[in-house]
């Protein structure tokens, strides 16, 4: 099978640098639905630049006309001027959980996220990636840390020091979900592990869905815990961030198996729970709300 992955080169940040991975353990399947009793905050910077979160992305290998426009179409969702009329709720709003994170400074993360640049890459890395290619290739806008995917990670969060400049690009990737659907992109595919249940409709398609729930824990993870020492809870090797405490997470009511109370497209008989831009519908997991205490969608 083709490798199809999507590298984010979320900011660069004049900082200290530090290594850090995103993984989603198998023990712990995506149909899991337990809630976080804490994520706390360990003093470090958050992504909090006033003028936003810069995105760019690196398309490495195929993607259909139709996959990279719900891709797209999911980051012109973060403005709400991408919704016409306007419909809640929708990405933009889920994104003010995220982004009611604060740092030490009592600074929010940046409630403004945008897609700056995006190109294409016929696997100039070849198909079969390596862990070893994963800092050089990023100083060129290319990294690539995919040995892992689909055995305990469906994408990671990271960040590298670039000379001379001496700034630091906090990027991430996100695999294919088509790859291994039950592992990456429940709850549009039956789960690989855990309780089993039949899959949703997918309102763009189980490899595209897939992504955009990968991304969204991931951005999430990368705003709130860009350098390992921000919010997280459990082990700072392997931990549970904004999005990755509340598993299995994407409405109320969610228990394991279940992901909750959806609404349902009564035309394409789809499972959503906001709207994105260009009439887009996309299903979001939860992230732990630092107000209530708990895990919350929108």
Known sequence: MSVRSLFIIVNTLALATWSYGLNQSRNQPSSLATSSTSVAYHGGPLLTRPSG????????????????????????????????PRQEPSVSTWWRTVSSYKDKAHAPVSRIVRLVKQVGDPYSL??????????????????????????????????????????V????????????????????????????????VAPNGVGADGMVINMATILAGAATNPFRTGYFQGDVLAPLEAVSACPGIFGAGAYPGYPGNLMVDKFSKASYNVYGANGEKFLLPAVWDLVGLTCKVV
């Open 126 to 167: 070849g198909k079969n990636l390596k862990r070893a290619q994963n800092r050089q290739p990023s100083q060129q806008e290319h990294n690539v840390n995919v040995e892992k995917f689909c055995m305990d990670s469906c994408g990671f969060h990271d960040s590298v020091l670039v000379t001379p400049k001496g700034s």
């Open 169 to 200: 690009i906090v990027y991430a990737h996100v695999g294919d979900a088509v790859q291994c659907p039950g592992f990456c992109a429940w709850p549009d595919a039956v789960p690989a592990y855990g309780p089993p249940g039949q899959a949703l």
């Open 53 to 84: 979160i810069d995105i760019y992305l690196i398309w490495y290998g195929a993607f259909s006309l139709k996959d990279r426009t719900t891709i797209t179409d999911f980051f012109a969702s973060f403005s709400p001027k991408g919704l016409v």
